[in-house]
């Protein structure tokens, strides 16, 4: 006898469509169709905006109970919903992601699905999560209450007091449910059955954390018989007249209902429906974020609501809010918190967008889903220009050539709109969206176009943004990822490639063109950001962008010493994973910054500021695109050698929005530099900060800044007064010993040298690693380095010579040629010493031999400087150059050049994945505290960076804790360095930051103090 069990498919079907004739004798059948299902979800209300009234409302946030199960066929089926059994319960708070709480692993994907992929099925490990909760409703929750679900992931089951309510679907979209008639006053049970794993998840491919669970918030709200469902807030502005336009929807079970209208600030009162004119309004920017608190009233509920007046136009191919031309500087954002998943407490959020606004940006691309609900009211305040983005990303389709696509399959239609629906009813009435963008990496086709549709017919006074689509059908901006400088010239110049199709090429070139993501901050870097933003100011077309990203997803894990560091893709024991690609961020999991970030708020500084030559004045340039500098008051300061020797504030009369002026300083800053010597340096900074409080910075705070610096006349060059004392096993010169057998140092000043040499090399950064964009070399950097043999360099001694120096005294010079196994080219380096009264001077002369050609390309080198290392430990260094961050020739905008002392850990950049970093460009001169005694370091402009651990060692580490100090110093002095690009996901170096293999000869003298 043999027994037949249909397999699982879509609609209760066999695989070859035709339908079950018998029943399933499979476990969990109704469970496996239910999460297979492509409906969007089933029984919940109409999508609404997020409104805040007097209704009454119940918070159900706290602790709950959590049952998992390893898949739906195992996991109990009925009577759990009641509360009655506990078994196998245990607590858990809510909102959470439960895998942040022991149950169960994070995992991370970027592109690839982590399960097979057969939509609409998903496998059979879906770990299904049971929560359950009682609490208390009073009387004024009866007889109508609606249960609110802010954020399902991925698939939520509801049951009230037994009664099932419906299902959730759109992880990152809230869902209502009408609870009339089964809510109890009294104790009621609510129970959800969370899903890992649904069809929902293949339109769900966000690159981040997958992580399951009831991760928002979760709310009883009484509903009045009288109230208001629904509200529409139209608010425009005429820039022309001055005039705002008001007009307010009010709607109660889908049907316009009578409501008042109030603005007290404008004494404005209305009747819901119609439009009226408002005189003499204070639009709303991004810059001047006014707000008017309105109350929106019928005779049982009151909404309380605040209304931006504003416009949005594209005209001649350029994006205008309120007539004006913007600029974004932008950010995207995802949502995620080290300890805690996909859950944001609201004073972490807070504090991240004051943190935004304090460097200078102000846009934010919701990448790639809504944020929580509360986020929208806070960038309508601070002022954030908003491109809101659908819960949609099917990027794991690509890998088979978009091959089944939710996005062109017409069974998936429903439930896209939906998704696109959810996303607009909830935030309609935020003055900070600017735009609504379909979704992310979701390849093309139908439906996207009738999520447009629905878009545009609901809300046409916002612009539709998606980038997955390069001919632009259903969008009115041109929006591309990653396009490199010179793409993006073309396209401000309205001049890019032309599309096959003239009547899309013609409607695209209409269009104002963003970078919706770019300069992608992985690591060290981004480089190149200089040089988009000077295209986004030259070339009205361009809209500017949203680097990518704000914040690095590291996971808060413990080291084995007892101290903590962030773990990435992998460390949880994934069976596929994308490594570290989820650790990309201008500030890190707890939102510290990273340079990335210090040099980005340079960048964009919306004022720029010029120190003339002589001291006697200073230029600005207003960047802003409404406001005056009225905000700002200016200051400067003069110091050298670490001390300020002048300092004050300078009278600015207000400047205009995209105008400048030339501004006087006091007469007493001019007499200085003049005064100065040839030997004596000092700088000059002139800065532009709040003048008053804000709510995102207080007075005071630094907005823009520019610099002049008088620098000391370089020393031609160190006198050779000292002769070479010949010894049995060393050769002595100054302060310094050297081996007779390898012509290298082994002591300067009484500091053991264990290492002095050329380096050519660097551990590779997660720039190097990636695969530049455009380049015929497909290998990454990183390859290239090390199949050029950089990393494994040899040397050879030529010969040590002494010889007469014109100068008197005596030089020493060690002659070397360095080279790798199996390769024919190499390096020259002559090393030539010479000393005088203490000090020791060091000239390097670098000339590479042979043709630097490998598996038929050219190499490229990381950098040419010495390697110094110690037998003592550094514990500070201080130095005059670039500071205080880590600058490299493409990067380090924001820092200065002054006085600067750290700690050596402070000199550190502690990347999630160890690499390349840390270097202070600019340098002149540097003191390192080490073995009891103060190294002395100089020289023409040079790249220093100190560490306690060596090269081999950093570029084997995985994690910070990989990273253990030896009781060595490892100094090096780069007298070039390659830049760092964006090539971890985009364009790699720009041609004039790259290092061909050249003839070098750099300087250093050293000097050690007790």
Not at 43 to 64: F, I
Not at 176 to 189: A, C
Not at 792 to 814: F, N
Request: hydrophobic fraction near 40%; include cysteine; charged fraction near 20%.
């Amino acid at each position: 006898m043999s027994l037949h069990i249909p397999a699982a498919t879509a609609g209760g079907q066999d695989p070859h469509g035709a339908a079950n004739s018998t029943p399933s004798l499979e476990l969990g059948q109704e469970g496996v169709r239910e999460l297979a299902s492509l409906a969007p979800g089933r029984g919940s209300l109409p999508p609404r905006s997020y409104l805040a009234t007097d209704a009454p409302k119940l918070s159900l946030n706290g602790d709950w109970q959590l049952r998992l199960s390893p898949g739906i066929r195992t996991a109990p089926h009925d009577g759990w919903q009641y509360g009655t059994d506990l078994a196998g319960f245990v607590p858990l708070p809510v909102p959470s992601s439960w895998s942040m709480h022991g149950h169960g692993s994070p995992a991370y994907t970027n592109v690839q699905f982590p399960f097979a992929v057969e939509p609409p099925f998903v496998q059979e490990a879906n770990p299904i999560g049971d929560h359950l909760v009682t609490f208390q409703a009073g009387p004024e929750f009866l007889p109508h209450a609606l249960l609110r679900f802010d954020g399902i992931d991925s698939a939520g089951t509801v049951w009230l007091n037994g009664v099932e309510l419906g299902t959730t679907r759109g992880s990152r979209l809230a869902h209502e449910f009408d609870v009339s008639g089964i809510l109890v006053e009294g104790t009621n049970t609510l129970a959800v059955r969370v899903a890992q794993f649904s069809a929902a998840s293949y339109v769900e491919d966000q690159d981040m954390w997958w992580l399951p669970g009831i991760f928002r918030d979760v709310t009883l709200q009484a509903r009045p018989t009288d109230g208001i469902d629904d509200l529409f807030v139209h608010a425009d502005y005429d820039h022309k007249t001055g005039h705002g336009t008001l007009r307010v929807e009010v709607t109660r079970a889908g049907k316009v209902v009578d409501a008042v209208v109030r603005i007290p600030e404008l004494g404005l009162e209305l009747a819901a429906g119609t439009e009226q004119a408002v005189p003499g309004v204070k639009p709303w920017s991004a810059e001047e974020p006014h707000l008017y608190d309105a109350t929106v009233s019928t005779a049982g509920e009151t909404a309380s609501v605040q209304v931006g007046f504003r416009s949005i136009t594209i005209e001649d191919a350029q994006f205008k809010v309120n007539g004006r031309r913007i600029l974004l500087r932008g950010v995207n954002r995802h949502e995620h918190h080290p300890r805690l998943g996909r859950v944001l407490p609201r004073d972490v959020v807070e504090a991240e967008l004051r943190l935004m606004k304090q460097h200078n940006i102000n846009a934010i691309r919701t990448s790639h889903y809504p944020p929580h609900p509360e986020f929208l009211a806070l960038a309508d305040q601070l002022g954030f220009y908003v491109v809101l983005e659908c819960d949609l990303e099917t990027h794991g389709f690509v890998g088979a050539g978009w091959a089944q696509n939710p996005s062109d399959d017409p069974q998936w239609e429903e439930a896209l709109v939906d998704r696109m629906q959810r996303t607009v009813e909830r935030d309609k009435n935020h003055p900070s969206v600017i735009m609504w963008s379909l979704g992310n990496e979701a390849g093309t086709g139908r439906n996207l176009a009738a999520m447009s549709r629905w878009a545009k017919d609901r809300d046409p006074s916002r612009p539709i943004h998606y980038e997955g689509d390069w001919s632009s059908p259903d969008v009115d901006v041109y929006s591309r990822m990653y396009a490199s400088q010179a793409e993006t010239a073309l396209i401000g110049q309205g001049i890019e490639p032309a599309l096959e199709n003239a009547e899309l090429d013609a409607r695209r070139r209409a269009m104002p063109f963003v970078l919706c993501e770019y300069v992608h901050a992985m690591g060290n870097g981004p480089g190149g950001m200089s040089e988009y933003q000077e295209l986004f100011e030259k070339y009205p077309r361009l809209m500017g962008g949203f680097v990518w990203e704000w914040l690095e997803h590291g996971i808060t894990v413990p080291d084995p010493d007892g101290g903590e560091h962030f773990a990435y893709g992998g460390d949880f024991g994934e069976e596929i994973h994308d490594g570290n690609f989820v650790t990309d961020g201008l500030v890190d999991a707890n939102r510290k910054p990273r340079p990335g970030l210090l040099d980005f708020k340079k960048v964009i500084e919306p004022l720029h500021i010029e120190v003339g030559q002589d001291w006697a004045s200073f230029a600005v340039r207003n960047g802003q695109d409404f406001a005056d500098t009225s905000a700002f008051s200016f200051q400067y300061k003069v110091e050298a050698d670490g001390d300020t020797r002048l300092e004050g504030s300078v009278a600015v009369a207000p400047i205009a929005p995209q105008s400048e002026t030339a501004v006087e300083l006091p007469a007493e800053v001019a007499g200085y530099a003049a005064a100065l010597g040839s030997s004596q340096s000092a700088v000059l900074t002139v800065s532009a900060v709040l003048a008053s409080d804000t709510a995102w910075a207080g007075a005071g705070h630094e907005v823009a800044w520019g610099q002049g610096a008088r620098i000391a006349a370089q020393d031609p060059g160190l006198p050779a007064g000292d002769g070479i004392e010949v010894m049995d096993d060393e050769l002595r010169l100054g302060p310094a010993r050297f081996s007779r057998s390898t012509g290298m140092p082994t002591s300067i000043g009484g500091l053991p040298v264990d290492k002095l040499g050329l380096v050519l090399w660097w551990p590779p950064t997660d720039n190097d690693l990636g695969r530049e964009w455009g380049s015929i070399d497909e290998r990454p950097l990183a390859t290239q380095w090390k199949d050029a043999g950089l990393d494994r360099l040899h040397t050879r001694l030529l010969g040590i010579t002494a010889e007469p120096a014109a100068d008197g005294g005596e030089r020493l010079r060690v002659s070397t040629r360095v080279g790798a196994a199996d390769k024919q080219y190499g390096v020259l380096v002559d090393y030539l010493w010479t000393s005088n009264s203490g000090e020791l001077a060091l000239r390097t002369r670098v000339k590479p031999v042979g043709d630097w050609v490998n598996a038929g390309f050219d190499v490229e080198w990381a950098r040419i400087g010495l390697e110094l290392v110690l037998g003592t430990g550094t514990t500070t260094v201080n130095w005059f150059g670039q500071g205080p961050h880590q600058s490299y020739p493409d990067t380090g905008q924001g820092a200065r050049t002054g006085w600067f002392e750290l700690p050596l850990a402070g000199l550190d950049v502690d990347y999630v994945r160890p690499q390349e970093s840390g270097a202070r460009a600019g340098v002149r001169h540097a003191v390192l505290e080490t073995g009891g005694k103060q190294l002395h370091l100089s020289g023409e402009p040079f790249a220093l960076t100190v560490r306690p651990y060596g090269l081999n060692v950093l570029a084997a580490a995985r994690h910070r804790p990989d990273l253990v100090p030896d009781g060595r110093s490892y100094v090096y002095v780069d007298h070039a360095r390659r830049g760092v690009g964006t090539a971890a996901c985009g364009p790699g170096v720009l041609e004039p930051y790259r290092l061909k293999p050249r003839d070098a000869e750099f300087d250093v003298i050293f000097r050690v103090l007790e």
